[in-house]
C-alpha cells in the first residue's frame, strides 16, 4: 500500500499527541497523590495533637487519683519524652475542672480538652466520676 505524500507524518503527529497526553494524565496524578499525601499528614499530625492532650488529661487524673486532690496546679510534659511534642495540664476548682492542651510541634497543630469530675472517697486510690468530657475549639 502506498502512502501519499499528504499523509506522510501524520503516524508521528499521533504518537506525539498520545504521548502528550499520557504525560498529562501522569503529571495530574502525581499532583493529586502529593496534595492526599499533604492533606493525611496534616490529619496525622491533628490526631496527635487530640492524643497528646488526652494522655495529659490521663495524667492529671492519675495524678487526682492518686492524692485526692491536684488544686489549682498547672504542668507541663514532654510526651514522648525527648520529643518536640507536649501537653500543657492546668486544674483548678480545687481538682474538679481539668483543662489539657495537646501541641503536636511538627506541624503546628494544637488540640483542647477539657473535663469536670468528682472525687469519690476518702483515701487512695480515690474515685472519680468524670462528669463533662468535651473538646474546646482553639
Given at each position: 500500500?502506498?502512502?501519499?505524500r ?9 504518537t ?6 499520557m504525560?498529562a494524565v ?6 493529586l497523590?502529593?496534595?492526599d ?14 492524643y ?13 487519683r492518686?492524692?485526692g486532690?491536684?488544686?489549682d496546679?498547672t504542668w507541663?510534659?514532654k510526651f514522648p ?10 486544674v483548678?476548682?480545687?481538682g ?11 506541624g503546628g497543630?494544637s ?7 468528682t472525687?469519690?472517697?476518702?483515701s ?12 474546646i475549639?482553639?
Amino acid at each position: 500500500m502506498r502512502i501519499q505524500r499528504r499523509q506522510q507524518g501524520f503516524i508521528l503527529m499521533a504518537t506525539l499527541f498520545t504521548a502528550l497526553f499520557m504525560a498529562a494524565v501522569g503529571v495530574g496524578f502525581s499532583l493529586l497523590n502529593a496534595l492526599d499525601l499533604k492533606i493525611n499528614t496534616q490529619r496525622i499530625a491533628a490526631l496527635q495533637a487530640y492524643y497528646l492532650a488526652e494522655a495529659g488529661m490521663a495524667d492529671a487524673l492519675d495524678t487526682i487519683r492518686d492524692k485526692g486532690t491536684a488544686a489549682d496546679k498547672t504542668w507541663t510534659s514532654k510526651f514522648p519524652s525527648g520529643t518536640q511534642n507536649e501537653y500543657n495540664v492546668t486544674v483548678s476548682n480545687n481538682g474538679t475542672l481539668i483543662r489539657c492542651t495537646g501541641t503536636q510541634n511538627a506541624g503546628g497543630f494544637s488540640r483542647r480538652l477539657e473535663s469536670e469530675v468528682t472525687i469519690l472517697g476518702t483515701s487512695k486510690p480515690f474515685g472519680i466520676r468524670i462528669r463533662t468530657w468535651k473538646e474546646i475549639d482553639p
